[in-house]
Nanobody
Framework: VQLQASGGGLVRAGGSLRLSCAAS????????MAWYRQAPGKQRELVAS???????DYADPVKGRFTISRDNAKNTVYLQMNSLKPEDTAVYYC???????????WGQGTLVTVSS
């Protein structure tokens, strides 16, 4: 599956952005999609995930502010980010994962910059 992420940009603290991840190619299951991010000098970290019947998971720093969702008709996964903080600044990556939550495909990153 090929993944195309978009929607990043520059926003002031307290603002919102919505990232999109469009999937194409082989059979696409939106059930096991996820968003990761990598800030400068830091390791890539899981931000939010769709886990089929197990629902959604969020990293503690984004709980209550970010929402992951999907549109099956469009083969697209979204990450709605509200109340953004400067520490949310990072390159955001969408990923397809299998049942065991292992990443099988990465999208290209989209840069989110939050100014104070």
């Amino acid at each position: 599956v090929q993944l195309q992420a978009s929607g990043g940009g520059l926003v002031r603290a307290g603002g919102s952005l919505r990232l999109s991840c469009a999937a194409s190619g082989s059979i696409f299951s939106t059930n096991y999609m996820a968003w990761y991010r990598q800030a400068p000098g830091k390791q890539r970290e899981l931000v939010a995930s769709l886990n089929g019947a197990y629902g959604t998971d969020y990293a503690d720093p984004v709980k209550g502010r970010f929402t992951i969702s999907r549109d099956n008709a469009k083969n697209t996964v979204y990450l709605q980010m509200n109340s953004l903080k400067p520490e949310d600044t990072a390159v955001y990556y969408c990923a397809a994962r299998n049942y065991y939550r292992v990443v099988t495909s990465w999208g290209q990153g989209t840069l989110v910059t939050v100014s104070s």
